[in-house]
């Protein structure tokens, strides 16, 4: 009996993210996403930071969490200013070994801001240094046996990281009451 051949359509791609995406979020601990929705809550400001593509996540993070009223800033950017007592730091790194995010973590840690981390590994270097701590299950960037996920590289960790952060800010947008057309005035129009 021969097997039929693989698809490689692009339908087939979108149900293989699907079900890994299903599967990245049910593993996800409820407590670990309310305490990280709780941080955003009581920071006076909100720092975010990551390397590659966890970055662009927390980029349009901050963009949602600017749309909510909060002082919010991209690490890197040149008018990002210094982090400090009260401030919350959101950082990203699938490994949670990425010297950037260890590096401003520690900077944050040791200026009395409070660090909120998504990575894979609860056990990392950047996790021990956070307050508080989202694991998604995924593959880390250097997991290519494909016993995490079948997708390259941190492709499931870095759109699990986006899912997270949209639902975080819904969930955030729910508590605040604000109509969406409030927020609107708020969005870039210098586009």
């Avoid at 699907?18 to 407590?31: F, K, N, S, Y």
């Avoid at 009581?42 to 749309?67: E, P």
């Avoid at 969930?171 to 604000?178: P, R, S």
Wanted: glycine fraction near 10%; proline fraction near 3%.
């Amino acid at each position: 009996m021969t097997q039929a051949p693989e698809d490689h359509s692009v339908p087939a791609g979108l149900r293989l993210l699907q079900e890994e995406l299903v599967g990245a979020a049910d593993g996800l601990q409820d407590e670990q996403l309310s305490a990280l929705v709780t941080e955003i809550q009581q920071a006076r400001r909100v720092f975010v930071t990551g390397g590659g593509r966890s970055g662009l996540a927390l980029s349009m993070h901050a963009m949602r969490l600017m749309h909510l009223g909060l002082t919010v800033h991209v690490v890197g950017e040149t008018t990002t200013p210094a982090i400090g007592d009260g401030d919350l730091l959101l950082v990203a790194s699938g490994s949670g070994t990425t010297a950037g995010a260890v590096a401003a973590a520690e900077t944050a840690g040791s200026v009395g801001a409070r660090v909120a981390a998504v990575t894979t590994d609860g056990e990392s270097k950047l996790a021990n240094l956070a307050d508080s701590v989202v694991v998604i299950p995924a593959a880390q960037k250097t997991d290519h046996g494909g016993t995490a996920s079948r997708q390259y590289s941190g492709s499931l960790f870095e759109q699990a990281l986006l899912l997270v952060l949209d639902a975080t800010f819904h969930t955030l947008w729910q508590v605040d009451g604000t109509p969406a057309e409030d927020l609107w005035p708020r969005h870039a129009n210098l586009e």
